[in-house]
C-alpha cells in the first residue's frame, strides 16, 4: 500500500519541536504535543524499518530480516517508555478509569475485562477472527505496547524467521495469545517515570530517530 504522505515529514516536525524543547520545558501543553508527535515519528520510522523487514524475507536474507525485526521492536519499546511520561497516554489511565465505575470488586474486575477486550480483541475469537474486529480501537499507549504489541509482534517475527529458516510457513493463532491479557487484572500506573518529559523524549529521540 502506497504511502498518502511522507513519514519523512512526520519525522522532520518531531525534530523541529525537538530543538526548541528546552526552552518550555514544564510547559504541559508543549509538553504534550511533543510526546503526541514524537510517538508517530517513532511510529513513522517503525513502519520504515516494516518495509525493510518486508524485503528481507522477500530476499530470504535471514540477517537482515533479524537485525530489522529487532529494530523495530526496539522502537516499540522506545515509545512506550515515551508515552509513559504522560497520563493521557497510558493504559492505566484507562483501566482505573473503567474500574472506578465498579461498585463492587466484580463490577470492577468486568469493567476492567470490557475495558481491555475494547482496544485489543474486540470480544471473543468469533469478534476477532471471524468478525475482523481484532485493533478496531487500536491504542498506541503506554503498557499496552510493551505488554500486548511486544509481544504480539516478537511472536510473529520469529515465527517468519524460521519459515526462513527452515521453510515452515507461518501459522499463529493470536487470539490465543492475546484473550489471556484481556482477563489480566495487573495495576499499570498512569506514569511510568519521574525523569521530566522534555528530558525523555530528547533521549528517546537520540535512539529512535537515527
Known amino acids: ?14 525534530r523541529l519541536l525537538l530543538s526548541v ?3 518550555f520545558e514544564g510547559n504541559n501543553n508543549f509538553e ?6 514524537l510517538r508517530q515519528a517513532i511510529a513513522e520510522k517503525g513502519r520504515l524499518v516494516g518495509k525493510v523487514i518486508e524485503a528481507a524475507f522477500a530476499a530470504r536474507d535471514v540477517a537482515l530480516y533479524r537485525s530489522a525485526s529487532d529494530r523495530f521492536l526496539q522502537l516499540l519499546l522506545l515509545q512506550d517508555e515515551l508515552l509513559g511520561t504522560r ?3 497510558s493504559v492505566g489511565r484507562w483501566l482505573n ?3 472506578a465505575l465498579g461498585q463492587t470488586e466484580e463490577e470492577k474486575a468486568l469493567y476492567e475485562w470490557n475495558a481491555r477486550v475494547q482496544i485489543t480483541t474486540w470480544g471473543n475469537r468469533a469478534a476477532a477472527d471471524a468478525g475482523g474486529l481484532r485493533d478496531y480501537a487500536h491504542r498506541e499507549w503506554s503498557g499496552l505496547l ?3 504489541y511486544y509481544m504480539r509482534w516478537k511472536t ?3 515465527t517468519r524467521l524460521r519459515e526462513l529458516r527452515e521453510g515452515i510457513p507461518a501459522n499463529i493463532d493470536f487470539y490465543a495469545l492475546e484473550e489471556p491479557w484481556t482477563r489480566q487484572q495487573n495495576r499499570y500506573p498512569e506514569t511510568n517515570t519521574s525523569a521530566p518529559v522534555v528530558e525523555t523524549a530528547l533521549r528517546i529521540a537520540s535512539e529512535a530517530l537515527d
Open 156 to 158: 510473529w517475527f520469529a
Open 32 to 37: 504534550y504535543d511533543l510526546v503526541d508527535i
Open 1 to 14: 500500500m502506497e504511502d498518502y504522505y511522507n513519514p519523512q515529514d512526520v519525522i522532520q516536525a518531531a
Open 87 to 89: 497520563p493521557e497516554f
Open 97 to 99: 478509569q473503567a474500574r
Open 146 to 148: 510493551k505488554d500486548f
Open 21 to 23: 524543547a528546552p526552552d
